[in-house]
């Protein structure tokens, strides 16, 4: 795979830190990464953005943005307030291909969830992935809820023909409830696909050579790492029911 999706069931899910651990396992492994931002929204024009956190976290080789508007809102809608041309897909799959030509590999890290519109015509991400012919990979929050809306985004990239990677636990945390134990061995089913990691709760705030470090422990094989997700769900496993 030379080009990855990054996408998200929702907003503030840990997306970025998800991209950048697959940065830093890529990175470590000896490959040249590029992380591609489309549209990047609700940051100031000195203010860093997702994909130079991508690459402070992980000591990726490049980071790119192809549009970045002030208001924390999907691109679509920013774009428009802000009175600036938005990021279409063909636009996203073109930078894409051309930072293909020297990095082994790409990740496009989107804003929001899936089918959030980048523009007026309503293109998307899922677009930009279908343009591409790329796999994508999807971030998904622990708790109550995240099988929903993990079964609707799988639904939707099926329907479109986009191969789905697996799912990511963008924040697993310290003391994670009962739901989010359960989750573990139910988001594989939600999906279709399987669960590929689970990044640590408060992981995008570790120092970048702690980060780096540790990446690899959080991701699946697949995703360049030594994460094992059968061992994982089995010390997470939610108590026998008392009732």
Known sequence: MTVIVVTGTGTEIGKTVVTAALAAAATAAGKSVAVLKPAQTGVGPDERGDADEVVRLSGAATSAELGRFPEPLAPGTAARRAGLTPVGPEEVAEAARKLTAEHDLVLVEGAGGLLVRFDEEGGTLADAAALLGAPVLVVVPAGLGTLNSTALTAEALRTRGIEQLGVVVGSWPDAPDL?????????????????????????????????????????????????????????????????
């Open 179 to 243: 739901a989010a134990r359960c989750n573990l061995a139910d988001l594989p089913e939600a999906a279709g696909a399987p669960l590929l990691g689970a990044v640590p709760e408060g992981s995008g705030a570790l120092d970048p050579a702690e980060f780096r470090a540790a990446a690899g422990g959080w991701l699946a094989p697949e995703l360049g790492g030594t994460w094992d997700a059968a061992e994982f769900t089995k010390t997470q496993a939610a108590p026998p029911s008392v009732g």
